[in-house]
C-alpha cells in the first residue's frame, strides 16, 4: 500500500513539494490569469485578422474558444461566435468582456 501525503494542499504520494518559490510564482499566475487571457485573447484576433492560411485559421478559433471560455464568457455568444467564425462578434465580445 502506497503512503500518500498531503504537499501544498494537493494530495499525491508521487509529486515532489514545491518550494516557496515555485507557490509564488503559480500564485502570481493565478492572480493575473484574466489579464493573461484577455491578452492572449487579442492576439488571437489580431493574427485571425492577418491570417491567410486555412488550417491555421482553424486552430486559431479553437484556441478563441478556450480562452473565452477561461474568460467566463457566455456560452450561448461563445459557440455563436467560433461556429460562425465571426471576427467582428470577437472582437466585440472580447470587448464586452473588459
Not at 30 to 36: E, M, Q, S
Not at 46 to 65: G, H, P
Given at each position: 500500500?502506497?503512503?500518500?501525503?498531503?504537499?501544498?494542499n494537493?494530495?499525491?504520494?508521487?509529486?515532489?513539494?514545491?518550494?516557496?518559490?515555485?507557490?509564488?510564482?503559480?500564485?502570481?499566475?493565478?492572480?493575473?490569469?484574466?489579464?493573461?487571457?484577455?491578452?492572449?485573447?487579442?492576439?488571437?484576433?489580431?493574427?485571425?485578422?492577418?491570417?491567410?492560411?486555412?488550417?491555421?485559421?482553424?486552430?486559431?478559433?479553437?484556441?478563441?474558444?478556450?480562452?473565452?471560455?477561461?474568460?467566463?464568457?457566455?456560452?450561448?455568444k461563445?459557440?455563436?461566435?467560433?461556429?460562425?467564425?465571426?471576427?467582428?462578434?470577437?472582437?466585440?465580445?472580447?470587448?464586452?468582456?473588459?
Amino acid at each position: 500500500m502506497q503512503h500518500v501525503t498531503l504537499n501544498n494542499n494537493r494530495r499525491t504520494g508521487l509529486s515532489k513539494p514545491t518550494t516557496p518559490h515555485q507557490r509564488g510564482i503559480i500564485r502570481r499566475y493565478y492572480a493575473n490569469r484574466d489579464n493573461l487571457m484577455a491578452q492572449k485573447l487579442s492576439e488571437i484576433v489580431s493574427e485571425l485578422y492577418l491570417c491567410t492560411d486555412q488550417k491555421k485559421a482553424v486552430r486559431l478559433w479553437k484556441s478563441a474558444r478556450t480562452a473565452l471560455k477561461n474568460l467566463n464568457a457566455p456560452p450561448n455568444k461563445v459557440e455563436t461566435c467560433v461556429d460562425n467564425q465571426d471576427l467582428e462578434l470577437l472582437a466585440r465580445l472580447m470587448s464586452d468582456l473588459f
